[in-house]
């Protein structure tokens, strides 16, 4: 039997893409109509926020632990989160939880090294673009990175938690996430992180002047995969 997949969601947006993603996809490898047990638990958006503004990761961190508890209550083996942002609790998280977990990050390191690319553009929360996350899982990798300038890093971080979160998608803000990738192209990156999961949802390879990582599927395939293991 495969394994039954436990998915500590945050933002809505971005954890039903990747819900999604495992039913859409694993028929391909599983039959039709296939596909491995999923159960998801999220606490409310606002609660996780308000921990983020005030710096206490310690806070997040137990947040992913109840979600953590609950899923393993309902039966799953292995926890995925597609939501980069929270993952900067992860080390407090993996202390004591209750599953083992697949960390988004590594799985997009794992991909970029795979796929050849030699120096990647971060987008993100604000949060993502400015921590260490990335910063310390593409170093291991040995990959660079560029992340955008302070001024396009706010209007991202706007853009996110304006409109994404809530399901508002525009042309004005596909746009500028063109442009700005556009000029990470000129930094010399050969492909762009989509690293908040509700990224993909505006930006993609058709969109984009650079190849993407689109995190939030990522995650997901690596998911189908741990399940059949």
Same mark, same amino acid.
């Given at each position: 039997?495969?394994? +039954?997949?436990?998915? $500590?969601?945050?933002?809505?947006?971005?954890? @039903? /893409?990747?819900?999604?993603?495992?039913?859409?996809?694993?028929?391909?490898?599983?039959?039709?109509? *296939? +596909?491995?047990?999923?159960?998801?638990?999220? +606490?409310?958006?606002?609660?996780?926020?308000?921990?983020?503004? @005030?710096?206490?990761?310690?806070?997040?961190? =137990?947040l992913m632990l109840s979600s953590a508890?609950?899923?393993?209550? &309902?039966?799953? =083996?292995?926890?995925?989160?597609?939501?980069?942002?929270?993952?900067?609790?992860?080390? /407090?998280?993996?202390?004591?939880?209750?599953?083992?977990?697949? +960390?988004?990050?590594?799985? $997009? @390191?794992?991909?970029?090294?795979?796929?050849?690319? *030699?120096?990647?553009?971060?987008? !993100?929360?604000?949060?993502?673009?400015?921590?260490? $996350?990335y910063p310390q899982k593409l170093a291991a990798a040995g990959i660079e990175y560029?992340?955008?300038? @302070?001024?396009? *890093?706010?209007?991202?971080?706007?853009?996110?938690?304006?409109?994404?979160?809530? &399901?508002?998608?525009?042309?004005?803000?596909?746009?500028?996430?063109?442009?700005?990738? !556009?000029?990470?192209?000129?930094?010399?990156?050969?492909?762009? $992180?989509?690293?908040?999961?509700?990224?993909?949802?505006?930006?993609?390879?058709?969109?984009?002047?650079?190849?993407? /990582?689109?995190?939030? *599927?990522? /995650?997901?395939?690596?998911?189908?995969?741990?399940?059949?293991?």
């Amino acid at each position: 039997m495969p394994k +039954h997949i436990g998915i $500590v969601a945050c933002s809505a947006e971005g954890a @039903a /893409l990747c819900y999604r993603t495992i039913c859409d996809e694993a028929p391909a490898v599983m039959g039709r109509h *296939r +596909h491995p047990e999923v159960s998801m638990h999220t +606490h409310c958006l606002a609660d996780y926020m308000d921990y983020i503004y @005030a710096g206490d990761w310690r806070g997040v961190a =137990n947040l992913m632990l109840s979600s953590a508890n609950k899923l393993k209550a &309902g039966g799953a =083996n292995f926890l995925i989160c597609p939501d980069n942002t929270i993952h900067h609790a992860f080390d /407090l998280v993996a202390l004591k939880s209750p599953l083992p977990w697949l +960390h988004i990050v590594e799985e $997009v @390191a794992k991909v970029a090294e795979q796929r050849g690319f *030699r120096k990647l553009g971060i987008t !993100g929360t604000k949060y993502t673009m400015e921590g260490t $996350v990335y910063p310390q899982k593409l170093a291991a990798a040995g990959i660079e990175y560029v992340v955008p300038s @302070a001024s396009e *890093r706010k209007r991202i971080d706007d853009i996110i938690f304006d409109e994404l979160v809530n &399901g508002i998608f525009t042309d004005e803000s596909r746009m500028y996430f063109r442009e700005v990738i !556009g000029r990470m192209s000129n930094q010399g990156c050969d492909a762009v $992180v989509l690293g908040c999961t509700e990224i993909p949802l505006i930006v993609d390879d058709s969109s984009s002047p650079l190849p993407t /990582l689109d995190s939030t *599927r990522i /995650l997901a395939r690596a998911a189908i995969r741990k399940a059949l293991e």
